[in-house]
């Protein structure tokens, strides 16, 4: 019950004027295991700013649980931005490699994910492709909730980091195939003036496993 307090403190931070807009985050995850080695993963989401829902992605990968230590999972993602009233639509392939270590009260990962956008043949836009590296500290005893706090920089070809997440919250198992996820988030955007913005996001994450 003590993880309440920096939990809240950090809601109170980023609840201030100048820390930026509020959003609403949600996703879905179900874990299908086939394997001790392979699980199927399928997930969807969507984002809310303080008007109405302006994103969607629709995503399904393969989790190869190569050791203990590490884990490969190649997938694609499929992206539905709004623009005013109409909606684009892009794919994505995703290639991720996360190394972890789990103690008997604590656990430390770091997921390296590459994403890359081929794009339409009639569009003028060229192909893009970005880095993105998280760093997660989970804490797992003793308690039923399990505080984690993970720090993900985004990173692209001639533009460096374009792109700061810094995320504390909850895991809240039920039985073993269900797990709540209540974070909070501060996103830091760079935008195409070189300038930084902030955003402030609540999420919910449901995870389902078979």
């Not at 930084?196 to 496993?209: D, K, P, R």
Request: some cysteine.
């Amino acid at each position: 019950m003590k993880w309440f307090l920096p939990l809240l403190l950090l809601f109170c931070y980023i609840g201030q004027g100048n820390a930026g807009e509020l959003q609403w985050w949600n996703s879905d995850t179900v874990h299908l295991q086939i394997s001790q080695q392979l699980a199927i993963i399928g997930q969807s989401a969507f984002r809310k700013n303080n008007k109405k829902i302006y994103y969607m992605h629709y995503q399904g990968s393969l989790c190869f649980f190569w050791t203990p230590y590490i884990l490969f999972s190649p997938g694609c993602r499929c992206v539905y931005r709004r623009k005013e009233t109409d909606w684009t639509t892009r794919w994505y392939s995703l290639l991720e490699i996360t190394f972890q270590i789990h103690a008997e009260s604590w656990s430390i990962s770091n997921r390296c994910r590459a994403v890359y956008r081929m794009a339409k043949k009639c569009s003028k836009q060229p192909n893009w492709w970005l880095y993105r590296n998280r760093t997660e500290l989970v804490f797992s005893a003793p308690s039923i909730f399990f505080p984690y706090l993970s720090e993900e920089f985004f990173w692209e070809p001639h533009k460096n980091i374009t792109q700061n997440r810094i995320t504390f919250g909850l895991r809240m198992p039920y039985h073993q195939t269900t797990q709540l996820d209540l974070c909070c988030m501060l996103r830091s955007l760079k935008t195409s003036t070189n300038h930084w913005i902030n955003q402030n996001i609540i999420g919910l994450h449901l995870s389902l496993y078979f």
